[in-house]
């Protein structure tokens, strides 16, 4: 079964806790954000610091509706950070960062409510 053959709003498949695990979710900090130059939807690229071990490492991120670049440096962010390189455009994605749609289809990210060390992963 495919995500597109799932009926809207009905949970993926269920999986085991150590599958779960595989995918390594971080808290990291903007540093810089500018707009993607050359990306076909509006994008802004991203640095974001993980902290010691996975370091500074760059994100495109379809969020120009809610967010601009000035006012992200600093925000902290969770992101994927053990997915493949991502070429986008001339731009390459090292991380995913995660986010939700809201009732528009526009990203909002998904960050802490709470200030937490760089680095920190999902538990």
Do not use: W
Request: aromatic letters at 6%; proline letters at 9%.
């Amino acid at each position: 079964m495919h995500l597109t053959d799932r009926p809207e709003n009905s949970p993926a498949e269920e999986i085991s806790f150590d599958t779960f695990r595989q995918v390594d979710i971080r808290i990291g900090t903007i540093l810089e954000a500018a707009p993607l130059e050359g990306a076909r939807k509006p994008a802004i690229r991203l640095q974001i610091d993980f902290g010691p071990g996975v370091g500074v490492k760059k994100s495109s991120a379809q969020i120009t509706v809610h967010y601009d670049c000035d006012a992200l440096v600093g925000k902290q962010v969770a992101a994927v950070v053990n997915f493949p390189p991502r070429q986008i455009g001339k731009f390459m994605s090292e991380v995913l960062t995660l986010g939700f749609p809201d009732s528009s289809e526009d990203i909002v990210l998904f960050s802490p409510d709470q200030p937490v060390p760089n680095g920190a992963r999902l538990a």
